[in-house]
C-alpha cells in the first residue's frame, strides 16, 4: 500500500527545502560565531506624505521591523529612537511597534541567521498608491553583540562627530554614519487594511525578481524572497 501523505502546497514545498537548505549552511559555518548572531538597524530616511496635524502612522520602518521580529530566529533585544526625539529607548520585541519611529535596532540569534538576512543590507523603498514615496535604509552587521539601545547611541555619537568635522573643514573627514546604500528592494504597497487581503508587489533588485499576490501585511511575503536568496552567493554585510 501506498503511505497517506499529507497534501504538500508549493510553497509548503519550497519551505521545507529552504529550511534543509538553512540547516546545512547552519552545519557548515557552526564554528563561526558571527554566522549566528545578527543586529539590523532600520532607519528612515524619508516618510509617505501625510497631514501636519495627524500623528505619524506606522509604515514600512514598522511594517519590516515586525517581519524580522517574527520571521526567523530570537530577538534577544530591540530599541527604537521615537520620531522627533535623539534618545534610545529599549522596547518589548514581542507584537508591532506601539508608535511610528525613527529608528530601531534589533539583535536576533539563530542558525546562520547573518546568511539569512544579508539580502536586506540596503535601502527599500515603498510607493504607495497616492503617489508618496518612503525609504527605510537597513544595515545587517553580522555577529555583533551590541545591545541595540548602545549601538543606536554610537551611530549618534558618530552622527555629531561627522557634522562637527564638517563645520571645521577638516580635510580628512570620518565616515558618514548616514550614507545612503543602493536601492536592494522596492514594494508597491499601501499597508495593511482592517476588511482583508490587499495587494503587494515586490521587486527585489539583486534576486531580479518580482512577486506578486495578496497579503495580510508585509511579513506575509517576505519569506518567498528570504527563500529565492538563500542560494544567492553570499552578501557580506559590514562587521
Known amino acids: 500500500m501506498v503511505p497517506v501523505l499529507p497534501l504538500r502546497t508549493a510553497h509548503d514545498v519550497v519551505a521545507q527545502l529552504t529550511e534543509l537548505r538553512l540547516l546545512e549552511l547552519a552545519i557548515g559555518r ?16 524619508s516618510r509617505a506624505n501625510c497631514s501636519r496635524f495627524a500623528a505619524a502612522a506606522p509604515g ?4 519590516l521591523a515586525d517581519a524580522y521580529a517574527t520571521g526567523r530566529g530570537l530577538v534577544e533585544a530591540m530599541a527604537i529612537v521615537r520620531e522627533g526625539d535623539e534618545t534610545p529607548e529599549p522596547v518589548p520585541h514581542a507584537g508591532p511597534l506601539p ?41 545587517v552587521y553580522r555577529g555583533l553583540s ?13 552622527r555629531h562627530r561627522f557634522i562637527e568635522a564638517l563645520e571645521r573643514g577638516d580635510p580628512s573627514l570620518p565616515d558618514n554614519p548616514d550614507s545612503v546604500p543602493p536601492i536592494v528592494r522596492t514594494y508597491h504597497f499601501d499597508g495593511p ?19 506578486q499576490r495578496h497579503v495580510g501585511n ?7 524572497m528570504w527563500m529565492l536568496a538563500l542560494d544567492r552567493d553570499r552578501v557580506e554585510a559590514p562587521k
Do not use: N, Y
Request: hydrophobic share 45%; glycine share 4%; charged share 20%.
Open 146 to 158: 551590541l545591545a541595540p539601545a548602545e549601538h543606536i547611541a554610537r551611530l549618534a555619537h558618530a
Open 99 to 139: 508608535c511610528a519611529v525613527a529608528i530601531a535596532a534589533l539583535r536576533i540569534a539563530g542558525p546562520a541567521i547573518s546568511t539569512f538576512l544579508a539580502g536586506e543590507h540596503g535601502c527599500h523603498v515603498r510607493h504607495a498608491m497616492s503617489g508618496s514615496t518612503e525609504v527605510v535604509r537597513v544595515r
Open 218 to 224: 508585509l511579513r506575509d511575503a517576505l519569506p518567498t
Open 60 to 63: 514600512l520602518l514598522e511594517w
Open 193 to 211: 487594511h482592517q476588511d482583508g487581503p490587499v495587494p503587494i508587489t515586490i521587486t527585489d533588485h539583486s534576486l531580479a525578481h518580482t512577486l
Open 30 to 45: 557552526a564554528d563561526d560565531p558571527d554566522e549566528h548572531t545578527v543586529l539590523l538597524e532600520l532607519t528612515r530616511i
